[in-house]
């Protein structure tokens, strides 16, 4: 990891003034296509969550902003980020946090989150390692087309790891769209990240021979 310092007075304004407000973080929800990779992801066979849970991972892990943390007030940027995802378990009606490094090579990050999915079966987990922020907090709502999403979470003080949700897949135009939900916290992500984040995953999800092989 290393650390942010903010050289322009203004963006270290930018920083203070949503860094010290009781609720940090905003939240924008767009659909995005996904024909292509849903095409792609039958054609090679692939387990759905373990796919889409990379998409979503590289997409962020492309994004400096989207791997800043703030720690003490100060600024820290880790190198990658780890998707940190619900799945539903076996052993209880309630869901599994499921946690995987992040590798940039799809066929071994596909098969670790399948050999973890598998373990929370049985084995599930509700705790986050102490102390860890290199984390990107990711939920399944496979019931729902939704069109925004908040997120729970603590404020006082409020965290940086960004939160990123997946709904229900639906059909439009001949066309296949998945509603994305995106929190961040506003000192370190802006508009404009949360735009190119869009982008990316669009551009991943069209062109899934590029970048899942």
Request: with cysteine; net charge negative; aromatic share 14%.
């Amino acid at each position: 990891m290393k650390p942010i310092i903010f050289d322009n007075p203004h963006r270290k304004k930018h920083f203070d003034f949503f860094n010290g407000m009781n609720h940090p973080h905003f939240a924008i929800s767009a659909n995005v296509e996904i024909t292509a990779l849903l095409r792609y992801i039958k054609q090679e066979k692939l387990p759905t969550t373990p796919a889409l849970v990379y998409v979503i991972a590289r997409a962020a892990n492309e994004i400096p902003e989207f791997r800043w943390r703030i720690r003490n007030h100060k600024v820290i940027e880790h190198s990658s980020v780890r998707p940190s995802f619900t799945v539903p378990t076996k052993a209880s009606e309630v869901f599994s946090f499921c946690t995987v490094d992040y590798v940039t090579d799809a066929t071994t990050f596909i098969q670790n989150a399948q050999t973890q999915i598998d373990k929370m079966q049985t084995e599930p987990s509700f705790e986050d390692e102490e102390h860890q922020d290199d984390y990107l907090f990711l939920s399944a709502i496979p019931w729902v087309s939704f069109t925004g999403v908040q997120h729970a979470m603590h404020y006082h003080p409020s965290d940086s790891v960004p939160r990123i949700s997946w709904g229900k897949f639906f059909e439009q135009n001949g066309k296949t769209f998945m509603p994305l939900g995106v929190q961040v916290h506003h000192a370190v992500v802006n508009g404009r990240q949360v735009g190119d984040y869009y982008q990316s995953v669009e551009k991943i999800a069209a062109n899934p021979y590029d970048f899942l092989i």
